[in-house]
């Protein structure tokens, strides 16, 4: 067993370090070849999130600047409970994230034709990039605290990658499916649009409600 593990997540091509490849280089395409069948060569997407969750809550000790604190402090005060609670907790957020994106995947690619299960399981992998790079963020604020570099790192370089990502991932993803290159491109640009839409629309509702419930 400790062979197949150790094997799993070294072997070039089987295991974590071939997955990540994949899902760093042609994302779309290989988690549609694992979804329509080719799983052979994967590494499953519920222990990769885990592992990477896992490896977070062990370093957390050591890390002693949360994303929260790099947001700074007069925007911090303009923000609303949701934002407070997205900067708070961004692994978590992300984990959240993955049957809302699936609703709306569903939703703007339906002429695929694919069940919602299977949007769960693209999305799924879709965020473990993200997930990835916010950790190895995370070790660097160990070892460097210069929080002036590591906000644009975490607020710029980490949301910037997040938006294109999302966009190639579904480009390649869905272009097999029958969908025009302009019509491929709009959808795909939608979805992280859609999902930026919703959390901003939550934050107002939020936002609302708090003050109705001050005035009475």
Do not use: C
């Not at 957390?60 to 949360?66: F, L, N």
């Amino acid at each position: 067993m400790e062979h197949d593990l150790i094997h799993g997540v070294w072997h070039v091509d089987k295991g974590i370090l071939f997955t990540l490849k994949e899902l760093f280089t042609r994302p779309g395409h290989g988690v549609r070849e694992f979804i329509e069948g080719k799983r052979v060569n994967y590494f499953s997407f519920v222990t990769l999130i885990l592992l990477i969750l896992t490896i977070s809550a062990m370093l957390a000790p050591y890390v002693h600047i949360k994303m929260a604190d790099l947001v700074p402090q007069q925007s911090r005060e303009m923000m609303n409970s949701v934002e407070k609670f997205m900067a708070a907790y961004p692994k978590l957020v992300l984990i959240i994230s993955i049957p809302l994106y699936s609703l709306f995947s569903f939703a703007w690619f339906y002429k695929a034709r694919l069940n919602y299960s299977e949007h769960l399981v693209l999305n799924s992998y879709r965020i473990i990039p993200e997930m990835l790079i916010g950790l190895l963020l995370s070790i660097l604020t160990i070892f460097y605290t210069n929080t002036a570099v590591l906000s644009v790192l975490y607020l710029g370089f980490l949301t910037l990658f997040s938006f294109l990502y999302s966009i190639f991932f579904y480009y390649q993803f869905f272009s097999a499916y029958g969908y025009s290159k302009k019509s491929l491109l709009l959808r795909s640009v939608m979805m992280p649009v859609s999902y930026l839409l919703l959390s901003f629309l939550i934050g107002i509702v939020v936002g609302v409600v708090k003050l109705l419930l001050k005035m009475h």
